[in-house]
Structures are given as C-alpha cells and as structure tokens.
C-alpha cells in the first residue's frame, strides 16, 4: 500500500512518514510478503529510511510443487488434481459466478465443495471458513476475498482455475499450500485464450480520463451528493450494486476509483467491520444553546462530549455500548438519541456496518473540474501491464524451473532449480530415458570383454564425462565392478 509500485497504491497512506517526525526515537518496520526489490526499495524511499536496510528470507518453497497444465478443458484438468491429490485444496476462480458455478460442477462429480467471495453474507462466509478450516468441506472454491488471515496448515493444493493479475498475487495464494512443510501443490490452469482475456481485462481496467469522469458523477449522483457538498463525507459504499444500478464493469469502476484516489479526491476502504461514527455538524455555542433548549439531550450529549475528542473536526470511531455503560442509557436507546441528532443535523451518524466506506476527500466538483494528473494515469497503466506480463510469461514458460522464476522475480540473485516443479520433473525424466540407452550399451561392451575407462570410453562418441557418470551410476546399482586388474567388469 506504501510504494507507488505496488498493486494498491494509497495516496493517504504516504504520510506514514510522518509519525517518524513526531516519534523519532522510534524504530520502524516494514513488512510485506512479496516484494520485488523494486518495491522494497521504493518503500524504504516513502519510509525515509535514513539508508537502504533489508532482511529478507528465501522465496524457496522446496517442499511446494508449481506446476501450469495447457488445457481447453480447466474442468477435466481440476478433476485430475483433485482425484489425484489427497487432502484439502483451494480453487481460485476471478468471479463470484464463477465460483458458483464451479462449486455446482464439483458437487455433482461428487466432491465436497464449498465457495467463498464478497457477495455471501458475513455470517455465510464465516460458516463456509469454519466448515473447511474444521476440515468437514475438503474444497473451498474461491475469489480473491478469500484467503487473507488464514492458516490452515494441511492444504495439499491450491489451483488457480483463472489467471492472477501478477506473481504477487499467485505466489502469496499459492503458498497457502502446504505450510505444514510436507509435499503439495500448486497449479495454474491455462485455456489457449487466456492470454487475450487478461488482457482484455486490462484494457477494461483502463478507462478513458472521460470515462473516469463520467464514474465519479455516478459515484456522487447514487451517493446523492450536490455540486459543492461531500467534504470529509463517508458513506457505506456497495460497489457491486453501484456497478449493477448503472450497468457498468466491476473492474472499471474499481480502476476509476483507485485513480480518482490517486489524485486526492475520495478514499475507497476494503470491506472490513466499521464502528459508528459521529462528527458535529455545529459549533460548540451553537450546541450549549441546544443543550438549553433540548434539556433532554443534555446529560446524553455531556457524556459523547467527556468521553470523546475531536468530534467538532472530524469523523470519530465511537462504542455506542461505552457509551451507554457511561450514560446509564440501554445501547438501542443511545442508537435513537444518535439518530434524533442526526435528523435535527446536530451531527452526521455513521451506524456501524460491514461494508467498503466511500470517503470524499474534497466536495463534489462538476465533472469539467476534475482533473485527472496524465502521468499518474500513465504509470499505474505501464506498472500494470509490467505485471501482466510477467505473470503471462511464466504461464508460458516451458523451459525454466518453476521456482526459479518466481525468486529471481523476487529479487534472489543465483536460485537453484527445486527439482520438484513440473519443468524439472520433465528435465529429470528426460534425463533418464537419454540415459538407459547408454547404460545398456556400456553393459553389452563389457559383456564382451573387461575393459579399462579409458578403452571404454574410447569407443564412445558421446563426451567422456557421460561416460563416467554412466559408469558410476552402474556400480552403485551393482551391476558392474573393477577387478583385480582395474578393468570394469560385470558382477555376474
């Protein structure tokens, strides 16, 4: 969220910096899961590190096996994973239909499935994670939304069934696989057109400046905010029935509200559970006249007042159950006296809820002032497609182990192959078909005749070295030896 390199960049959260200056004497640590060295060094550049500083363990996953399988048919191939492979997996899917829809395919092939994604109900949700995590449902297939805070220690697998916007992504959901260090996996299944639908996606996500435009009155019109009012405003935002009401793309309107952002006019939060909030509307003479006039809100507000600060500047997070412990009032009795301030426009009342919050950062502007900084556009759009790319490219990637890919990515400068992905599983096996045909040759040589390395390898062709390590290979499977006269012979 801090570096402008990341893929949620937060203008807000740049001030970060800031508690450095007023707590000086104390130390400050970044943590991140994945972060290539680029982003590592732009952090530390927000963070105002007074010079580079970096600990960073391996991105080496040995006991996890990556693998990519090349399919028209992504059902057959995640059949294939889950017949084969015992114990709990994860299935990533992009859409909540998606998910849906695949979950009914696994119930009818008789797997015990479940989905999870933002449109269930939190009390849903919940149910679904316990019923996995307790192991009672084997497959959870999921969206994004899924997956953050858990630590199931057993997941054998984890298959993106759609293709990740970037390694970030992949390797942060893939390594949800086997932390409890013994053997699983980690698939990515491919359809010949993948590559053109992620990039179709992108482009989506790329709105022209006039379509942003046109998002962020929108936005203001199903919010119901005038040309001049919003200032400082929060509001419970459902993205998916804004994008529904005016039948617009999810991830346009996502894109739109993350550059509208980016430019300071407004703040989108994750969904997360938010506490009630009040800010003051009038001016504390103006509340000693209410408190007068409106005797019985005088001991209710007198309390607000005592236990909370701030109130006259900005929104703030308030206990409606502290403040009924403190008032003496039951908390649905503080809940009306809230609301009865709010209908007088004593304050504005955000009741608690579960939801993404839509902050206004400035007041509604018409739509000509808005402006829209070109080369913040143009740089969230190249960082973008970088990450596209690379994710593109170890999808097609046919040569290079797996893991390798993925920690040179991450910044490691000599990674050694694991040995366990499926590229290197195909080197080895093609290592041991090339070499069978050797092996019985040098056994037919010596049938006929003991023979010293050197006579033996004379009457190869191939480099000497093979020669060798066939030689090696047979003796420590016993089948040949040195005798008394150092040639090799065969133990017969």
Not at 117 to 130: K, V
Not at 172 to 194: F, H, I, M, N, S
Not at 391 to 406: D, F, K, P, W
């Amino acid at each position: 969220c801090i570096s402008q390199w990341g893929y949620d960049f937060r203008p807000s959260y740049l001030r970060i910096a800031e508690l450095r200056e007023r707590l000086p004497e104390v130390p400050v640590l970044a943590l991140t899961a994945s972060a290539t060295p680029a982003v590592a060094r732009d952090i530390m550049r927000q963070l105002r590190f007074a010079e580079p500083h970096v600990l960073r363990s391996s991105f080496a996953r040995p006991n996890l096996s990556y693998a990519v399988r090349h399919d028209e048919d992504k059902n057959e191939q995640l059949l294939r994973v889950v017949r084969n492979v015992a114990g709990s997996g994860i299935v990533y899917v992009r859409t909540r239909d998606g998910c849906e829809q695949l979950t009914e395919f696994l119930r009818d092939a008789g797997v015990a499935a479940t989905c999870y994604h933002g449109g269930l109900a939190n009390a849903e949700r919940s149910i679904r994670q316990e019923e996995w995590l307790a192991g009672r449902t084997r497959i959870m297939v999921a969206t994004n939304a899924f997956g953050m805070g858990i630590d199931k220690a057993d997941v054998r697998f984890v298959v993106h069934y759609s293709m990740p916007d970037s390694l970030e992504s992949y390797y942060q959901e893939a390594g949800r696989a086997g932390r409890d260090g013994k053997r699983a996996y980690a698939v990515l299944l491919v359809a010949p057109d993948d590559a053109e639908r992620v990039q179709r996606r992108f482009d989506l996500q790329f709105p022209p400046l006039d379509e942003i435009r046109d998002i962020y009155e929108k936005v203001c019109s199903y919010l119901q905010i005038g040309i001049g009012d919003g200032e400082q405003a929060s509001f419970v935002f459902n993205i998916h029935d804004f994008c529904a009401k005016f039948r617009l793309f999810g991830g346009k309107v996502a894109s739109a509200l993350k550059l509208l952002q980016q430019n300071g006019y407004l703040t989108l939060t994750d969904e997360m559970r938010n506490p009630a909030r009040i800010l003051f509307c009038i001016s504390r003479d103006d509340l000693y006249k209410l408190r007068v006039v409106r005797n019985d809100l005088d001991h209710f507000i007198r309390t607000v007042l005592r236990l909370y600060d701030g109130v006259f500047t900005d929104f703030r997070p308030i206990d409606e159950q502290e403040i009924a412990a403190a008032s003496g009032y039951k908390v649905e009795h503080v809940k009306e006296l809230f609301k009865r301030l709010w209908q007088m426009r004593v304050i504005r009342y955000i009741p608690a809820n579960q939801a993404p919050m839509l902050f206004f950062d400035c007041e509604r502007l018409p739509a000509a002032d808005l402006y829209i900084a070109p080369e913040t556009y143009r740089r969230r759009q190249e960082l973008a497609e970088e990450r596209f790319s690379h994710m593109i490219a170890y999808a097609a990637n046919e040569t290079e182990c797996r893991s390798t890919v993925l920690e040179r990515y991450f910044g490691a400068a000599d990674p050694a192959p694991c040995g366990v992905c499926d590229i290197c599983l195909a080197a080895h096996k093609r290592a041991k078909s090339a070499e069978a045909p050797l092996d019985e040759e040098i056994l037919r040589q010596l049938d006929a005749e003991p023979l010293a390395v050197k006579e033996l390898a004379a009457r190869f062709r191939c480099d000497a070295e093979r020669v060798l390590e066939a030689v090696e290979r047979l003796q420590h499977a016993g089948k040949i030896s040195t005798a008394e006269s150092g040639k090799l012979a065969i133990n017969r």
